[in-house]
């Protein structure tokens, strides 16, 4: 059962955001009002898996009952049948309401650097990471959050070689860092005359976004570099030194960033993402001896490794952490991961 001091603190905060809500005032900061009307949701749907537990819980002791009156045979015999149901229910809705009880990550407040690189499959790999930028392009759209791309390398095709966002929002870590790995696209390309589906695969790493207070960086151990930006093809796009390289000389992490229009820009881009980069290494290292975070969440890229499947010609999309398939794939390369997203958020943490 919830810790029913917990449920009472809960009970008290939706009486706190309701006469907040009907405040006017409130309703003058849309922000504000946006914040304390997601969180009255969230303590909502909280509660009322409390009432459907305790309901559960009811029928749960009435069968239970039933069996140990001996009654009719008829009446045994479907509480021998409803029983093992109420109670797996009531399993679930333990599990689902410790796990939004349970103490949020230190990190869920972070924004997020999202780094995504065309791993095998040639041309269609570069187009299929192009499609997964814009995937989560549109997510954070809906989400009201909003989107800076630091860099990106674009292929002839159409694709990206790889590319570099910046995440800004309540809750984007929360819900991003789930995308972390390889990601694997089954279908047919455009060039493809013969009908064969191929297999192509991009990488995605989420970091959350380090403050200077977060990560302090010392001169000496950076090696600044500049040069001219670069468009398609490798041609220059301009003449004057804005695009920065960045070398982390104690860790060997390097970070480019060209597609601000000054040096300083670019310089502060490449400083954030070289930050996140070292936050989520020393995290990592905090919480286990595995390598740095970021070959962690990525991989190799290669087919055999992988997080999620797209699969096209069945439209289908399979999250190999969960036990479930999703469909609609056009509409979630459209953006729409909340069904996705809030599977894998009830998954147990390590």
């Keep these: 059962m919830p810790d029913s001091q917990a449920i009472e603190k809960l009970k008290e905060e939706k009486r706190e955001l309701e006469e907040k809500l009907a405040n006017a005032d409130a309703l003058k900061n849309h922000e504000e009002f946006g914040r304390l009307n997601k969180r009255s949701t969230e303590v909502k749907a909280i509660l009322e898996m409390v009432e459907e537990l305790n309901?559960?819980?009811?029928?749960?002791?009435?069968?239970?009952?039933?069996?140990?009156?001996?009654?009719?045979?008829?009446l045994v015999e479907l509480a021998q049948e409803e029983l093992p149901q109420y109670q797996a229910a009531a399993k679930k809705l333990e599990q689902d309401i410790a796990s939004r009880l349970a103490p949020p990550d230190p990190l869920d407040q972070k924004n997020v650097i999202v780094e995504i690189r065309a791993g095998t499959g040639g041309n269609e790999a570069g187009l299929f990471a192009a499609e997964l930028l814009r995937m989560y392009?549109?997510?954070?759209?809906?989400?009201?959050?909003?989107?800076?791309?630091?860099?990106?390398?674009?292929?002839?095709?159409?694709g990206i070689r790889d590319a570099l966002m910046e995440v800004k929002?309540?809750?984007?870590?929360?819900?991003?860092?789930?995308?972390?790995?390889?990601?694997?696209?089954?279908?047919?390309?455009?060039?493809?005359?013969?009908?064969?589906?191929?297999?192509?695969?991009?990488t995605v790493a989420v970091l959350p976004e380090a403050e200077a207070v977060d990560i302090k960086l010392d001169p000496k151990d950076l090696r600044i570099e500049t040069s001219t930006s670069r468009g398609h093809g490798g041609q220059s796009v301009n003449t004057t030194y804005s695009a920065i390289r960045i070398t982390h000389l104690p860790t060997g992490l390097m970070v480019s960033c060209q597609d601000e229009r000054s040096q300083?820009?670019?310089?502060?881009?490449?400083?954030?993402?070289?930050?996140s980069r070292l936050l989520a290494l020393e995290t990592e290292k905090k919480q286990s001896a595995r390598d740095a975070a970021r070959k962690s969440q990525i991989g190799s890229a290669k087919r055999a490794e992988k997080t999620r499947t797209y699969n096209f010609p069945q439209d289908r999309l399979t999250d190999h952490r969960l036990s479930e398939n999703f469909h609609n794939l056009a509409g979630i390369m459209d953006g729409n991961l909340d069904e996705l997203i809030g599977a894998l958020q009830k998954l147990p943490t390590e």
């Design 264 to 275: 300083i820009q670019n310089r502060e881009s490449a400083l954030r993402v070289l930050r």
């Design 137 to 158: 392009l549109r997510y954070a759209q809906r989400q009201g959050w909003s989107t800076h791309l630091v860099s990106s390398n674009r292929t002839d095709a159409g």
């Design 169 to 202: 929002g309540r809750g984007a870590w929360r819900a991003l860092k789930y995308e972390s790995g390889v990601h694997r696209v089954q279908r047919i390309p455009e060039t493809e005359k013969s009908g064969r589906v191929h297999t192509s695969t991009a």
């Design 55 to 74: 309901h559960v819980n009811k029928e749960i002791a009435e069968q239970e009952s039933i069996l140990a009156s001996e009654t009719s045979h008829e």
